[in-house]
C-alpha cells in the first residue's frame, strides 16, 4: 500500500517517464523507501490494469520507446484514500538489526562489539548527511517534517546502540534465546510444582 501511495503521489505531482520516476525514487527517496525498479513497474502496471494511470509512447530518433504516465481521475481518487488511511493508521515498525540482536550472544562479546561499533559510526554518519538534508527544506514544509522524522529515529537508534554498547563492556552474559523469547520460563515450571 505505501509503494502505491508513493508512486500515485508522485504521478499527482507531475506526469513522468517511468524511468523518471525510478530515477527520482532512487536518488532524493530512498530514505523514504526501499522500492526498486522492478517493484516500481510492477505498481506501474497494476495501477495501469486498474485504470488508476493511463500510459502513452513516445520515441524519439532511434531511441527505444518511453512510456509517460498519468494519473486518472480513480487514481486521484484511489490516491486521496490511501493517504487518509496512511496518516490515521498506525504502522508496526520492523528494524532488520533485531534479528541479528536476539542472536547477539552467539558470537564473543569482542567481535559483537567491533560490529556494533561500526554501526554506530555508520548511524553517526547517517544523521550527519539527515541534518544536512533537513537544512534544505523550510521549517513546516512536508518534506522538512519527513526528514526530521529520519533524523529522530536515527538519534534514537544513536542513544540506543550506546547503551548496548555500555552494559557489554560491563559484562558479557549469554542469554538463552528461547527463554528470553518466552518459549521456555523455567520459573513458571517451578511454580507448578
Given at each position: 500500500m505505501d509503494h502505491t501511495l508513493l508512486v500515485l503521489g508522485l504521478l499527482k505531482l507531475q506526469e513522468m517517464h517511468g524511468y523518471q520516476l525510478s530515477d527520482l525514487v532512487e536518488r532524493r527517496l530512498k530514505y523514504l523507501?526501499?522500492?526498486?525498479?522492478?517493484t516500481l513497474y510492477h505498481i506501474l502496471g497494476k495501477l495501469e490494469s486498474a485504470g488508476d494511470v493511463t500510459k502513452?509512447?513516445?520515441?524519439?530518433?532511434n531511441r527505444p520507446e518511453r512510456f509517460t504516465y498519468r494519473l486518472t481521475k480513480s487514481g486521484?481518487?484511489?490516491?486521496?484514500?490511501?493517504?487518509?488511511?496512511?496518516?490515521?493508521?498506525?504502522h508496526d515498525?520492523?528494524?532488520?538489526?533485531?534479528?541479528?540482536?536476539?542472536?547477539?550472544?552467539?558470537?564473543?562479546?569482542?567481535?559483537a562489539r567491533v560490529f556494533l561499533e561500526q554501526k554506530r559510526a555508520?548511524?553517526?554518519?547517517?544523521?550527519?548527511?539527515?541534518?544536512?538534508?533537513?537544512?534544505?527544506?523550510?521549517?513546516?514544509?512536508p518534506p522538512y517534517y519527513t526528514l526530521r522524522h529520519h533524523e529522530m529515529h536515527l538519534r534514537t537508534e544513536l542513544d540506543w546502540l550506546d547503551e548496548l554498547l555500555a552494559q557489554m563492556k560491563k559484562r558479557a552474559v549469554r542469554e538463552d534465546i528461547?527463554?528470553?523469547?518466552?518459549?521456555?520460563?523455567?520459573?513458571?515450571?517451578?511454580?507448578?510444582k
Open positions: 523507501t526501499d522500492l526498486k525498479k522492478p502513452s509512447a513516445s520515441r524519439e530518433g486521484t481518487e484511489r490516491f486521496e484514500q490511501l493517504l487518509r488511511q496512511n496518516l490515521q493508521d498506525t515498525t520492523y528494524f532488520n538489526d533485531d534479528i541479528g540482536m536476539l542472536f547477539l550472544s552467539e558470537i564473543p562479546a569482542a567481535e555508520s548511524i553517526k554518519e547517517r544523521i550527519e548527511h539527515t541534518v544536512d538534508a533537513v537544512g534544505k527544506h523550510s521549517v513546516g514544509t528461547l527463554q528470553c523469547l518466552g518459549e521456555t520460563n523455567a520459573k513458571k515450571t517451578r511454580k507448578k
